[in-house]
């Protein structure tokens, strides 16, 4: 009974510790605590710790008088909608959740358990980055966490949540997992604070504009999602983790819809005008199409020109990616193609089928983008797609030109349906491009200039852009109306889901041991 009393003494002092500190730290700052987060992530009492009793181990500086249970993070399993993760949850007011060894042994331990028995792990993040005081040995830990990382990638789904700041090494254990989430007032992620950025740079730059939720969601691009608070970042873990499977050896769950199948999408035509050129917002397209309120967005805020997310049809989860003409024409730029790339990547990985929403001219031309390495960047996409196995769609609505039609159409480079409406054009490119370059001479020749150009103009459009020169050669299976559009991918979805994805590969891929992805 002794002994009992000595466990309950210390797993009181760890809990009361916490809730003295938390008064003026945590909460006043607009932040949950460590155990409040865990506690709102998970269903109610799924929690197990694992962990607890585990302390700083180092004798350099004063670090024995400051060592406390949990060791600034808690560590364990538990549930969400009764399926398995594993947390961990770091507790800034614990030496500002500093990183030193048993710290992130704990969290490289989760994440063990989480690979061992194919459940996500999530972690909640709250840290000021390595343990300065414990020299290498936290650098160590965090060499094991990031190799973990990289272990899971690919075998269960990891997200993290980034609810204060991240600094140091707290970051590229983040950075390597396929989901960042990040506070709007509170989360901050860099690898160096402003003092070092100051003496090393000169610039003068403040916590938030070099590191904070905002810069990381609308520039940066490191962050996928920007939530109001703590409370908004775990409920959307949940909602995240509910569209996929928890490892890569499962399908996504189905989810019971009572959206008809059949359900036909008559505004379509309204909202996509059918000349070309006419701008509308896409995600009114997604929303008509997918299951009603199906839509999850990923990186909302960042590479604007194309949309990325998750959805379901009929139930089945599925990862769009659509074209948004009402930024940039919805051309693929160097972001766009990063945004595209990582996401294909990631819902191959997982079993989640893709499906295009494609109305798009091509790759965004300038030196700009050339010299950023437009080429380098580019050449993710059709590698990604090239390489995924997952059933794969494209809808063709409008424009389907070029390099944006192989990268994000093309049966011969692996989609295993394409649609199209009536008024998609499959070209090589438009009209007025095209006549530049192949009638320039005649053009130059003739007298009057601008009535030849628009009669060839007119030529070239009534030959090439539609769909059935392309349908002709079998390159489009089915030409739809629009409002026939949910119900023909749902069919085609639901057609293609048994698809064993080594069939779709022309070479033994298991003798090889990877390719060369372009970074
Ligand atoms: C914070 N604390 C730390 C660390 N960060 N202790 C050891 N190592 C750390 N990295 C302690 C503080 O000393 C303080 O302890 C307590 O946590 C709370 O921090 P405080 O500064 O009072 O809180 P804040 O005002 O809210 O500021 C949070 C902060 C700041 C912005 C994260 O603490 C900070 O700038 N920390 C250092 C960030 C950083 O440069 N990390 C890189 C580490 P007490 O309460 O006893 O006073 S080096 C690294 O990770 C690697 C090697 C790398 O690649 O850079």
Wanted: with cysteine.
């Amino acid at each position: 009974m002794a002994r009992i009393s000595w466990m309950d003494a210390l797993k009181d002092k760890a809990k009361n510790l916490v809730s003295e500190r938390v008064q003026e730290s945590q909460h006043a700052q607009g932040k949950l605590t460590a155990q409040e987060r865990i506690d709102l992530l998970l269903d109610k009492g799924s929690f197990t710790e694992i962990g607890a009793f585990a302390t700083l181990q180092s004798h350099e500086y004063d670090l024995q008088k400051k060592k406390e249970e949990r060791d600034g993070v808690i560590t364990g399993f538990g549930r969400i909608d009764g399926r398995q993760v594993f947390v961990y949850s770091q507790d800034f007011t614990f030496m500002g959740a500093s990183m030193g060894e048993m710290h992130t042994r704990k969290i490289a331990h989760v994440i063990e358990l989480a690979m061992k028995t194919g459940s996500p792990v999530i972690g909640l993040l709250d840290s000021g980055g390595a343990r300065i005081q414990e020299g290498i040995d936290g650098l160590d830990g965090g060499g094991e966490i990031f190799k973990k990382n990289t272990l899971a990638s690919g075998m269960v789904p990891q997200i993290s949540a980034v609810m204060g700041p991240c600094a140091g090494i707290a970051v590229y254990s983040p950075a390597l997992t396929d989901f960042i989430i990040m506070t709007q007032a509170t989360a901050t992620m860099l690898i160096t604070g402003p003092n070092v950025v100051k003496s090393v740079t000169g610039e003068t730059i403040s916590m938030r504009d070099l590191g904070g939720a905002e810069v990381h969601n609308r520039v940066s691009g490191v962050a996928h999602f920007l939530t109001v608070d703590d409370k908004h970042a775990v409920e959307l873990i949940r909602n995240l983790i509910s569209y996929l499977p928890l490892n890569n050896l499962e399908d996504p769950p189905i989810v019971s819809t009572n959206d008809p199948y059949n359900r036909l999408n008559s505004s379509l035509e309204e909202i996509v005008p059918d000349k070309s050129t006419v701008v509308y917002n896409v995600k009114a397209v997604l929303q008509e199409v997918l299951d009603r309120g199906s839509i999850l967005e990923v990186h909302e805020h960042w590479a604007a020109n194309v949309v990325v997310g998750f959805g379901r049809l009929n139930g089945h989860a599925i990862g769009f990616v659509a074209n948004q003409p009402m930024v940039l024409a919805g051309s693929i730029d160097i972001d766009a193609s990063d945004k595209i790339a990582r996401f294909v990547n990631f819902c191959d990985a997982f079993n989640i089928p893709i499906i295009n929403f494609v109305d798009v001219s091509g790759f965004l031309p300038g030196s700009n983008q050339e010299h950023g390495g437009i080429i380098r960047h580019g050449a993710k996409v059709l590698f990604a797609y090239s390489q995924a196995t997952v059933p794969k769609i494209s809808l063709v609505m409008r424009k389907a030109y070029g390099g944006a039609y192989i990268a994000l159409v093309s049966k011969d480079m692996g989609f295993d349906k394409v649609v199209a409406w009536p008024f998609a054009e499959i070209a090589v490119m438009g009209a007025e491009g095209a006549v530049s370059i192949v009638n320039r001479k005649q053009l130059k020749d003739a007298e009057q200039g601008s009535r030849i150009k628009q009669k060839l103009i007119d030529e070239y459009t009534e030959r090439f852009l539609n769909p059935y020169v392309a349908a002709a050669k079998n390159k489009v299976d089915i030409i739809i109306e629009p409002k026939e559009t949910r119900k023909t991918l749902i069919n085609l979805l639901e057609m293609l889901l048994p698809k064993r994805g080594d069939m779709d590969a022309k070479i033994p891929m298991k003798y090889k041991k990877h390719g060369s992805m372009p970074v």
